[in-house]
């Protein structure tokens, strides 16, 4: 089977888009299609694969008209907003994560150890001290110096960012 005998793109998006009327719509399903054709073609034989990809296309047509008329369509208007945080936000979240944790690997075991019991799991100055031995004084030493540390580095790591991710974070 070569990709030869497959219907030019342009030929099938025409296909579509006589029958459907939306340029939009008939991209997808021109995608779809191909993305249908190509995993039958990985599980069975195709004798004509042009016909079976105008087939394929043909019911991508139907169930697609048959979808529109179940689901009630609303104009949506601009009151109507994502609750969901943004692709892009999430991923410089992510960032920002991966940015904290190399920084708190990067810290010497002592002080990220008293920076996590305080400041991530909430325990008192007083039974860090008691539990590594250390005077509260030098527990409290260690997470100042663990939050000035955390600091430069995620700043650091802030200026290293690419300038175009960070001028899409402006409003």
Known sequence: ??????????????FIMRRVGDPWVSE???QE??????????????????ALCFRIAQNLVRD?????????TEELGDDLACDAPRAE???MHRQRVAAFQRALDAMPPLRREVFIRRRLK???LRDIAQTLDISEAAA???????????????????RARPR?????ELP
């Open 64 to 72: 697609h008209f048959r979808a529109s008329r179940r689901a009630s």
């Open 28 to 30: 997808d399903l021109v």
């Open 1 to 14: 089977m070569t990709e030869d005998s497959l219907p030019e793109r342009t030929s099938l998006y025409r």
């Open 89 to 91: 936000e999430v991923i």
């Open 33 to 50: 299609t191909f993305i249908r054709l190509f995993t039958y073609r990985l599980k069975s034989t195709v004798g004509d694969s042009a």
């Open 140 to 158: 409290e030493k260690h997470v100042v110096r663990a939050l000035e540390w955390l600091h430069q580095e995620m700043s650091r790591s802030e």
């Open 164 to 168: 175009a991710t960070r001028q899409e």
């Open 122 to 124: 909430g325990e008192s």
